[in-house]
């Protein structure tokens, strides 16, 4: 186990009576988000977990233990691979400190059902078991595009002098645009952008209401580039440990889940109209240079994953692109 997760949090899980199995029948398994529990993510998962714990009565049952309160975000991928927790609901730009290639997951470009079609969902898998001791269970969000939020207005692709909040999602590609890069855990952007630490920073075209940054931001750069990557990953020794009758029905809600992936693309678009409503203004580019911008995204993003992992960075690239 992690030594860095505090002992009170264990003691906590333990006291939970979270010890995998109600019987031998039934399987408990231990789930904690990286995401706040009041944020679109988890209040999305939760009636999910309710569905499938009614319906897997003396099978299988999900124990939500909760959220960065119960392990703080960039270490709930250090808990599932050690088995602190079985589950996990997170983003690979948050465990790259378990593995630098759940970055390359922002990259993908075709839908979750068809990587599960063209076997970039198996070759995912492949790497999360070999790396991580993990299973990649199922991706809940996609058509979730990343963009810069900036209290300073530009007029062309460029953030010179700007200090801005990212996660690795982001990190190169904010500094080919000459950006300041600082890392900072999302409970505390808001208190960073109050006292002018940051002067913008990276995020999904959902969410910023969860957290209230629309009280402190007044820009948005369009186009979006990347896809943000929210999934379930789970302990590989657990999930291993499930019968046949347990996976398949785990296997059966987790594509249940993923169906349901279409409500991105509304909620992308009614974010966009909130965000207008809350005086958040859209800076945008003419064709060409926003063209370029998104293009120059993904040309970084590739260059970085090939040099940080060449035989997997062009393995993924051949089966995430359209």
């Not at 070759?123 to 269970?137: H, R, S």
């Amino acid at each position: 186990m992690n030594a860095r997760i505090p002992k009170t949090i264990l003691a906590l899980l333990a006291a939970a009576g979270l010890s995998g199995a109600a019987c031998a029948q039934e399987v408990t398994l231990r789930l904690v988000s990286a995401f706040a529990e009041n944020g679109i993510y988890v209040q999305r998962l939760l009636p999910w977990v309710h569905k499938v714990n009614a319906e897997g009565k003396g099978v299988l049952q999900i124990n939500f233990i909760g959220g960065p309160k119960a392990i703080p975000p960039f270490e709930a991928g250090n808990a599932v691979k050690t088995g602190v927790v079985d589950m996990a609901l997170n983003t690979g730009a948050f465990y790259t400190n378990v593995m630098p290639e759940a970055d390359f997951l922002k990259l993908t470009q075709i839908p979750v059902a068809e990587q599960r079609r063209n076997g970039a969902f198996d070759a995912i898998n492949k790497v999360w078991n070999e790396k991580a001791n993990m299973q990649y269970l199922a991706r809940m969000v996609e058509n979730q595009p990343f963009h810069i939020y900036t209290n300073k207005k530009v007029d062309k692709p460029d953030l010179s002098g700007q200090k801005i909040r990212i996660t690795p999602v982001y990190r190169d590609f904010f500094q080919a645009l000459n950006a300041n890069v600082i890392t900072t855990p999302p409970g505390e952007v808001y208190t960073a952008l109050e006292r002018g630490v940051v002067d913008g920073y990276g995020w999904p075209i959902g969410g910023i209401f969860d957290l209230n940054w629309q009280e402190k931001t007044k820009y948005r750069i369009d186009p979006g580039f990347y896809d943000a990557e929210v999934s379930l990953v789970m302990n590989l020794p657990a999930y291993r440990r499930l019968t046949e009758p347990q996976r398949a029905y785990l296997h059966k809600q987790l594509l249940a889940l993923e169906a349901e992936n279409g409500f991105w693309v509304k909620y992308a678009s009614d974010e966009v109209a909130r965000q207008e409503k809350a005086g958040i203004q859209a800076i945008r580019f003419d064709a060409a240079t926003a063209k370029a911008f998104r293009d120059k995204a993904y040309d970084i993003g590739w260059a970085s994953a090939i040099k940080q992992s060449p035989e997997i960075a062009g393995r993924f690239k051949t089966l995430f692109s359209k």
